[in-house]
């Protein structure tokens, strides 16, 4: 792998930590002082950066054809004049009433083929000829007026892509995609396996997307229907993108992105992208400890870095409380500085929030900002704000620096469709991606720094290789898997892996499929236990990751016979008992672990990843006993390492370090032995970079 340790900022205008918000001026036109009001209060906040026009498209264009740019020449001008840049948006995110009105073919129709009336946002047709020429036209106006302007560091590409649209028109794109992807009706109903329940197509104008009213059982459709979505949105997102770049091809484009977004193979759309950036919305304190969804936001984070190997931008956060949770909780004293540093620490070259002010109306009234209702500096997360930008600015150092992970999970879009969908082996309860961030979450705790990567990215430099129930396996990922096993590579995969191919269609030559010969192992049958029914993993004497004890196993058990692997530990109860349950296979100059059942206990995966972990020698963040809760994570310019302490247990916490050479910054102080941390306290520390 080729691995840069310094990466070019985002935006050479804006060489720093990016710090700011999303504005939404084009709601305040009416009242011009706010807009002089709020240049006052960025300053002070210590922001450089705001997202602005994301839903200004009826402030930008009011009537069809009739552009006012001028309340935005203001505001950029403005921005120039006092050092604060833009990331400036396409605001097809929502439309105006008046396009909805004339052309109806815009608006998005559901699964059960019904249009949508006006209203919301996010509800637009990918496929719409008008839509898309609407957009290219506003997109053109807009890159005419502004690629050039002094404020602006790039483009904000509308708004949190997402959904599906099954009008005609995408019906139509649906069966091109499916044309060009199969050639012959032959080999998609091979694929789809349609002679099951006789649903054979005969002609391409019988196949629809799913409906819940019609198909929605044949597992290659689905699976190929998010890939088209997502094949169309990615399109749609080129077809934005294209004015802006015939314009000014130097700025650069993103999308905000969520996290763990279904809809969205974001593999596939990253690669559009010049900039990952994405908004993230942890549900703090809503347990004594944050740890499970920092852990569950960390995984995120290091997706979002892996995407394209080098830092991302946190869009959006709340500065406070968000009003669409459950339950809306305010930050805890140093919980956002915590949460940002957070995000800085596993890649992020800004915090940035939503939003700058709040709305006076509608369904964000109550959604936290940097400036509230009173309309001034003198409140709690103002001061909040304001000391982080302070310290962001001192930071800058760390703009374009990398995370040298030696260890990935495997995480692939399609396997989740597919795993998700696959009706059995627990369908009250398969619990694929909190099962993926319970394997995450150990190495969180031993301050790994982790890639989370896809089947297709390069596996040279990794030492370890996590497979969570990697159901959906390709042929080609499974031969490189084994390869990087044969070269010395360390694998940790579990159950039900290698089940199915590209086409969702079961392998015949036995679970784990390709990587069978590498693990060592075949896996016969798999059953899901109800809530509350367990077994027992039962570590076997002298086993030689030195593993102990017995742990509950519950929700997912296989059976599984060893084909030259050695069992590491056994089932204790029911006709299991004694069957091998976590196994290892010595396999060319690499190692094969397979786990056959879902262990309940964190405490299980802590001592078995801490074992794989020095066993394979993997880098952590910093040589340190680490308390449950508290993690390190390290970013590098390849001269200096930059190592953040992140507590996140709840409570003060207390971490021995077992390396020297450290110390604090800003102040330039050395570390001492041991570190106390208050609870939801973040330190940065740094050393000469270690090889
Ligand atoms: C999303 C959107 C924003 C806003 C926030 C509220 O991330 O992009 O426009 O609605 O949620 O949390
Ligand atoms: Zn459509």
């Known amino acids: 792998m080729n691995r840069k340790f310094k990466h070019a900022p985002a935006s050479p205008k804006l060489p720093v930590l990016m710090h700011g918000a999303d504005y939404n001026p084009d709601q305040w036109l009416h009242d011009p002082a706010v807009l002089e009001e709020d240049i006052r209060l960025m300053k002070l906040a210590g922001c450089n950066v705001m997202a602005v026009g994301i839903f200004a498209w009826t402030a930008l264009e009011p009537e069809e054809g009739r552009f006012e740019f001028g309340w935005m020449d203001r505001l950029l001008d403005t921005f120039a004049e006092n050092g604060i840049y833009a990331w400036l948006a396409t605001p097809s995110g929502a439309r105006p009433a008046w396009m909805s009105e004339k052309y109806p073919e815009v608006l998005r129709t559901g699964p059960n083929r019904v249009r949508n009336l006006h209203g919301l946002r996010h509800n637009h047709c990918y496929s719409s000829p008008v839509y898309r020429d ?268 990398s995370v040298p992970a030696e260890a990935a999970i495997l995480f692939d879009w399609d396997n989740r469709w597919a795993v998700n969908d696959a009706q059995g082996p627990r369908n009250s309860g398969l619990h694929y991606e909190q099962t993926v961030v319970q394997h995450y979450r150990a190495l969180w705790e031993q301050g790994v720094p982790v890639d989370v990567i896809g089947s297709d990215d390069p596996l040279d430099g990794y030492k370890l290789l996590v497979l969570p129930m990697t159901y959906l396996l390709r042929q080609d990922a499974g031969e490189r898997i084994e390869a990087f096993v044969r070269a010395g590579g360390t694998v940790a995969m579990t159950y039900w892996s290698g089940v199915v191919d590209e086409h969702d ?58 084909e030259g692997a050695e ?27 397979y786990l056959a059942a879902r262990v309940a206990d964190n405490a299980f995966y802590d001592a078995y990843y801490g074992a794989l972990v020095r066993e394979a020698g993997v880098r952590r963040a910093l040589e340190a006993e680490l308390p449950s809760g508290v993690t390190a994570q390290l970013r590098t310019d390849g001269e200096k390492d930059y190592v953040f302490l992140l507590n996140f247990s709840g409570e003060a916490a207390e971490v021995k370090l077992q390396e020297q050479g450290l110390t604090l910054l800003p102040s330039g102080e050395s570390v001492p032995d041991t570190v106390a941390l208050e609870a939801n306290e973040a330190l940065l520390l740094q050393r000469r970079a270690r090889s």
Not at 151 to 167: F, R
Not at 244 to 256: D, G, H, M, R
Not at 513 to 535: F, K, Q, T, V, Y
Not at 567 to 593: H, I
Request: glycine letters at 8%; one cysteine or more; proline letters at 4%.
């Open 134 to 401: 609407k957009v290219n036209i506003m997109n053109t106006r807009l890159a005419e007026r502004y690629s050039s302007h002094p404020a602006v560091i790039g483009w904000h590409i509308s708004n949190e892509y997402g959904g599906e649209c099954h009008c005609s028109y995408c019906q139509d794109a649906f069966r091109e995609w499916l044309k060009e992807k199969y050639g012959t009706l032959d080999a998609l109903n091979k694929a789809w396996w349609a002679a099951f329940w006789s649903h054979t197509y005969t002609s391409w104008e019988q196949v629809e997307s799913p409906a819940p009213h019609g198909e929605s059982m044949v597992h290659g459709q689905n699976l190929d229907w998010h890939r088209f979505v997502t094949h169309q949105t990615t399109d749609f997102y080129l077809a934005e993108i294209a004015p802006l770049k015939a314009v000014n091809s130097e700025l650069p484009c993103t999308a905000n992105l969520m996290d763990l977004f279904y809809d969205l193979d974001y593999r596939v759309l990253a690669k559009a992208l010049d900039v990952i950036s994405w908004d993230a919305y942890p549900m703090w304190h809503k347990e004594a400890s944050d740890v499970g969804m920092a852990t569950w936001f960390g995984f995120n984070h290091d997706i979002f870095r892996t995407l394209k190997q080098k830092p991302f931008l946190l869009m959006e956060s709340t500065p406070s409380l968000t009003n669409w949770q459950s339950v809306s909780k305010l930050k805890r004293p140093g919980m956002h500085r915590l949460s940002s540093l957070q995000a800085i620490a596993h890649g992020s070259d800004s915090v940035q929030y939503f939003q700058w002010r709040k709305s006076r109306g509608s369904s964000e009234k109550f959604h936290g900002a940097v400036v509230d209702h009173v309309g001034h500096e003198h409140t709690r997360v103002f001061r909040d704000v304001a000391e982080l930008g302070e310290e962001l600015a001192s930071l800058s150092e760390l703009v374009g620096t």
């Open 505 to 562: 269609l079961c392998r015949l030559d036995g679970f784990p499929g390709p990587l069978r010969a590498a693990a060592g192992i075949w896996a016969e049958e798999i059953e899901g236990l109800h809530d509350g029914e367990s077994n027992e993993a039962v570590m076997q004497p002298g086993n030689p990751l030195g593993l102990e004890g017995s742990y509950r196993i519950h929700e997912l058990c296989e059976l599984i016979h060893t």
């Open 567 to 593: 069992t590491l530990a056994a089932y204790g109860q029911d006709f299991y008992a004694g069957r091998p349950m976590l196994t290892l296979n010595r396999f060319g100059e690499g190692k094969v672990y």
